[in-house]
């Protein structure tokens, strides 16, 4: 049998590194792995806030417009981009909404104007103020729409929550499209310029662009009428995504008591709609920015009115009643934005990866013990075979091999470096070469 043989050159290559490179071998891979781990969670499970979101608001001159700006300005300050895009009204607004391929974020949608559309992927962050239908018309002491039969209407544009929800209402009155009369579709200045000029007999118009210097100026106008809906709680109750509203005596005009007595309306809400995968910082801010632009007192609400969180026909966003009922978290109201992202994320992270690492803590110190002591435990074997191979009564030449190969373990040792918590093991083991050593020198001596 040949004797065990050291091979010196690999055993001081794996033997001769720093201490630091076995906490570095042990380590690396559960670092990789938990890093790789939250990593994963950051951007799957909790991705952070978009830089950039898109709102669908309105008209170019529209109160949907002049709010999408201000929410623009707000989000800015926070380092969030918004594009704001022009629309023909909220009928469009909610149809890119549904569109994967318009890549909208946000939308103010006029309540009244989902019927037949799937908007189970759709959600609101709450109402921001009203759009009431307010009708004008060439007489005096009307009370009804059924009254308007047979005459030409303006009902809005094509694409506008106004025509949609007008078409309601006339529908609802018996006067229906294709009929006797004829529904033109004017909105806004274009159709209160027709009204005054005769060529048409009423216009319903909605709180967007019947601004308070429009109606002003039509109720100026001999023989114009504002239509006083004597039904509105009928409506409310047929229609429930429609809320009553009364105009009072004089609250255009004081000086001139216009209107001289209250003026029943109807009015939808417009509500801000997102799609279900907005991040719920992104909400937010919305909803803050909601507040103070549509917080304040108007002509048609009081203050603190506004945003609220009613159901009407979209799910109410479970981020949105959180806010509106804690507020901002903690984290958000003690730092800037995008630290409290940061550090809510983390938060987030912390009790999957913590129900990990606590396990992988207690793993990395025992993986670090073994590496250690099987450096010393491989000597272990080569000192064995050499003691076994001396008590077999090897020749003199066989025993100066075997101190050679012992020399060459010494040699091997001097280079090797251990924790100071392992020097014990390391003495030990010098002994026990000694204590071997002994064994071949010993017959030598005698």
């Given at each position: 049998m040949k004797p065990y043989r050291l091979r010196r050159q690999t055993f001081l290559r794996d033997h001769a590194y720093p201490v630091w490179r076995d906490v570095v071998l042990t380590a690396a891979p559960f670092v990789l792995f938990f890093g790789l781990l939250v990593a994963a969670l950051v951007w799957i499970v909790d991705p952070a806030p978009p830089g950039s979101i898109t709102i669908s608001a309105g008209p170019r001159d529209s109160v949907f417009m002049q709010n999408a700006l201000e929410y623009k300005r707000i989000l800015a300050r926070n380092g969030i981009a918004v594009r704001v895009l022009e629309s023909d009204g909220s009928v469009q607004n909610l149809k890119r909404l549904l569109d994967a391929h318009?890549?909208?974020?946000?939308?103010?949608?006029?309540?009244?104007?989902?019927?037949?559309?799937?908007?189970?992927?759709?959600?609101?962050?709450?109402?921001?103020?009203?759009?009431?239908?307010?009708?004008?018309?060439?007489?005096?002491?009307?009370?009804?729409?059924?009254?308007?039969?047979?005459?030409?209407i303006a009902i809005?544009?094509?694409?506008?929550?106004?025509?949609?929800?007008?078409?309601?209402?006339?529908?609802?009155?018996?006067?229906?499209?294709?009929?006797?009369?004829?529904?033109?579709?004017?909105?806004?200045?274009?159709?209160?310029k027709q009204l005054v000029a005769g060529n048409i007999d009423a216009a319903l118009l909605s709180g967007d662009s019947a601004d308070r210097g429009l109606m002003l100026r039509l109720l100026a106008i001999p023989g114009v009428s504002v239509m006083d809906f004597a039904e509105a709680s009928a409506y409310t109750r047929l229609f429930p995504y429609l809320d009553e509203l009364d105009l009072p005596p004089g609250v255009l005009d004081l000086r001139r008591k216009v209107p001289p007595n209250t003026v029943h309306m109807i009015s939808p809400m417009v509500e801000i709609v997102a799609r279900?995968?907005?991040?719920?910082?992104?909400?937010?801010?919305?909803?803050?920015?909601?507040?103070?632009?549509?917080?304040?007192?108007?002509?048609?609400?009081?203050?603190?009115?506004?945003?609220?969180?009613?159901?009407?026909?979209?799910?109410?966003?479970?981020?949105?009643?959180?806010?509106?009922?804690?507020?901002?978290?903690?984290?958000?109201?003690?730092?800037?934005?995008?630290l409290a992202t940061v550090a809510d994320r983390m938060l987030v992270l912390l009790l999957p990866v913590a129900v990990l690492l606590f396990p992988a803590l207690r793993v990395v110190p025992a993986l670090f013990r073994w590496r250690v002591r099987s450096r010393l435990y491989r000597y272990y074997g080569v000192l064995i075979a050499i003691e076994r191979r001396?008590?077999?009564?090897?020749?003199?030449?066989?025993?100066?091999?075997?101190?050679?190969?012992?020399?060459?373990?010494?040699?091997?040792?001097?280079?090797?470096?251990?924790?100071?918590?392992?020097?014990?093991?390391?003495?030990?083991?010098?002994?026990?070469?000694?204590?071997?050593?002994?064994h071949l020198v010993e017959p030598h001596s005698a």
């Open positions: 318009q890549h909208v974020d946000l939308a103010l949608v006029q309540g009244g104007v989902s019927d037949g559309l799937p908007i189970q992927s759709l959600m609101s962050l709450g109402s921001v103020f009203y759009v009431p239908i307010v009708v004008f018309y060439r007489g005096s002491g009307m009370t009804q729409l059924s009254e308007l039969e047979g005459k030409r809005g544009r094509e694409g506008s929550g106004t025509r949609m929800l007008s078409l309601k209402l006339l529908d609802a009155n018996g006067i229906h499209a294709g009929g006797e009369t004829t529904l033109l579709p004017l909105d806004g200045l274009d159709a209160a279900r995968n907005l991040h719920p910082a992104i909400s937010d801010l919305i909803i803050e920015a909601a507040q103070e632009v549509n917080g304040t007192a108007g002509l048609l609400q009081g203050a603190g009115q506004f945003p609220k969180l009613i159901a009407h026909e979209y799910p109410i966003s479970e981020d949105a009643a959180r806010y509106y009922k804690s507020g901002k978290s903690f984290l958000y109201r003690s730092l800037p934005f995008w001396a008590m077999r009564h090897a020749t003199e030449a066989q025993r100066k091999s075997l101190l050679d190969e012992l020399d060459g373990i010494e040699a091997s040792l001097n280079n090797v470096r251990v924790p100071l918590a392992y020097a014990d093991a390391f003495y030990v083991l010098r002994e026990h070469v000694s204590f071997v050593r002994s």
